[in-house]
């Protein structure tokens, strides 16, 4: 017996067959050569990417989707960082939040982003003391997290990066003292433990003074391959003109190591939520979009939420803000 397809049939049929065949393209492996990101055929990547806010807000708000995630693509990110706070983590419960991530590492590498796990506390590891209840945790609870996203996504190639730590701080010594080779130290082994659980992506090590400060690197670099170094150079962690103490604070690093900076972005005065370090204007966004692009140096905007700040959109429309505007236009104008 001969089955016959009309030609609008057939079409639809085919048009499923490729949209299938799309999602489930796996993403190329990225890993470390030099002071580079690269791919497994060896092409050097640098990141342009956006910050979520933590998935178990955006679920509560019924905004954990993948519509959100065809949003950032639209806006022109490859990378998108997933900050987990872990009062959050605690509360929701492991398996639970696990589907958050399991679903957003989904959408993002369906639509070809890769992605950052985020452990999203500010303050001193060694003492465990930190900067807002929101952000407490603890070395077991925090090596454990890790041990688990080790076993979990070790292999799944769209989770390109392990951010160890967010903010790492001493609150100018009130959260207590941590010097740099105790917090190497700390890294080391929340990298072996990642490592010796299946992780195959690549850690990423923060500085000190809210994860701006990558001064000891210079004379004290950690003794680990394949790794990467944060910095979140927001505007008012330094004073115009920017782009030479930039170097000497952490840009210098590129010279040997990737950096990227995991969280930048401004807003003005009058905007809500303003506070320091990030009030300032287009001439930031210039001057740190600039000067990543000239050095190769990777970067995620923060925060694609519209309660957070300094917020990228605006509405439940992602009409941007005045700070969305302007990254939306610069990430659009990436050709990749």
């Not at 998935?55 to 490859?78: C, I, T, V």
């Not at 983590?89 to 590492?105: A, F, H, N, V």
């Not at 680990?224 to 604070?249: L, M």
């Not at 190591?257 to 287009?282: K, M, R, W």
Request: hydrophobic share 35%; proline share 5%.
């Amino acid at each position: 017996m001969k089955i016959f397809l009309n030609k609008t049939v057939a079409t639809f049929i085919l048009l499923l067959a490729i949209n299938f065949v799309h999602s489930q393209e796996v993403l190329s492996r990225i890993s470390v050569s030099g002071n580079s990101f690269v791919k497994e055929d060896g092409k050097i990547v640098v990141f342009r990417g956006l910050n979520t806010s933590d998935p178990d807000k955006l679920e509560r708000q019924q905004l954990w989707n993948k519509s959100y995630f065809e949003e950032m693509k639209h806006w022109g990110a490859n990378l998108v960082r997933f900050p987990v706070h872990p009062t959050a983590w605690k509360k929701r419960g492991k398996e639970s939040y696990l589907k958050l991530l399991d679903d957003g590492i989904q959408w993002a590498g369906e639509l070809g982003m890769y992605v950052v796990i985020d452990w999203h506390s500010i303050g001193n590891l060694r003492t465990e003391m930190y900067q807002h209840d929101m952000y407490d945790t603890d070395k077991k609870q925090t090596f454990d997290f890790w041990r688990t996203i080790g076993k979990k996504y070790g292999k799944n190639t769209t989770v390109a990066f392990y951010e160890l730590f967010n903010e790492p701080t001493t609150y100018n010594n009130e959260l207590g003292t941590i010097t740099w080779e105790q917090w190497k130290e700390l890294n080391k082994e929340m990298i072996g433990i990642l490592r010796a659980n299946g992780g195959e992506g690549i850690p990423l090590v923060a500085g000190f003074n809210w994860a701006y400060d990558l001064t000891p690197v210079k004379d004290s670099p950690l003794d680990v391959e394949g790794i990467a170094y944060v910095s979140h150079p927001y505007p008012q962690k330094r004073e115009k003109p920017w782009e030479e103490k930039w170097t000497k604070d952490w840009g210098f690093v590129k010279d040997k190591y990737p950096v990227i900076l995991t969280e930048i972005g401004f807003c003005g005065p009058e905007d809500p939520g303003a506070h320091s370090p990030v009030v300032s204007d287009e001439s930031y966004g210039d001057t740190i979009t600039n000067y990543s692009d000239e050095k190769g140096i990777s970067y995620v905007v923060w925060v694609f939420d519209k309660e957070w700040a300094p917020r990228l959109y605006i509405d439940e429309k992602y009409t941007p803000s005045r700070h969305g505007k302007y990254f939306k236009k610069k990430l659009q104008s990436y050709k990749y």
